[in-house]
């Protein structure tokens, strides 16, 4: 196996935040077997929060695809992405590894002048055309059963790597002095769940009444902190609108990602559906996360760990990995489909 120390890495992984924190483990497990090796990174806007000033990186390029977005010159745009292309091409890569296998990133990898472009068969969209290194898994891209963690270190396995334990390094990100202080406040008296209920797919929320049986079975006893972004603050509302007393904190609205992971850090359970949240507890090292599944595969994307466990849908058509749910009556049936009094005894037996 060839020594790949001094060699020049380039990882593609430009979205979603989830998908970004499950490639930290290959850059990784890289660093451990190839501590002189050149590793950078190139990753949209939105995702790059554990990448930028991350120990393992060397280098990140940043795609700004929010500014673009707002952007009504698209000309400009296209020659601003040209740029960014020219300065890949520039580093002269001895390896470019092309983790999310779609054609934005695959084109990105056939345009770097790498000499090595390497991919994982099953990905979608023609993005193997741009690679000349293909590893055979014989796993599609999307293989509800195999953990995208798992996946993304085979690549690590081609290139030599012989510590293949997902583990994660994060940039040292400081929190807000207004959340610092909500944290370390708490009543330490009681244990403190953190309940982060809302995500982008409305097929992975579970039902309003459910959060609320959650809820009213432990703010008595317990410390409660709701989290939620600005625009999934309505749901947080609607879900307290039927919450009276208790020690309930919302904090909706009110974090950045920073927060979160102090938050998730020195809380002793966070309980969330299939989101950025159970990832970004994961990749802090949060003590106990329990995340709910409905229309995704909990085998595919949920937290590694001894104290991480999830609750999936046991409907026939979970999990349909849709953004959309295809059934023409009962739709989204599955977010009904855990209860809240088997939720309830899963937290109660987690916390002992």
Known sequence: MEDLNGKKILIIRLSALGDTIHTIPLANALRKKYPDIILDWVIEDKASDFIVNNPLINRVCIIPKNRWKESKNKIKNFFEYLSIIKKIRKEKYDIVIDTQQLLKSAVIMGLSGAKRKITLDGG????????????????????????????????AKYLGCDDLTPSIVIPDLKCSDEIKYIIDNLDKSRKTIVISPATTWGNKHWHIKGWVDVINAFKDEYNIILTASEKEKKYTSQILSFIIGGNIIDLSGRTTIKDLIYIYKNCNLLLSPDSGSCHIAWAAGAEKIVSLFFATSASRTMPLGNNYYSISSELECSPCMRKKCLLKGDKNICTYSIKSDKVIQILKNVLQ
Do not use: A, M, P
């Open 124 to 155: 979608r969209e023609f993005s193997w055309i741009f690679s000349n290194e293909i590893i055979k898994t014989g796993r599609k891209l999307f293989d509800l059963y195999y953990h995208v963690v798992k996946r993304n270190l085979e690549f």
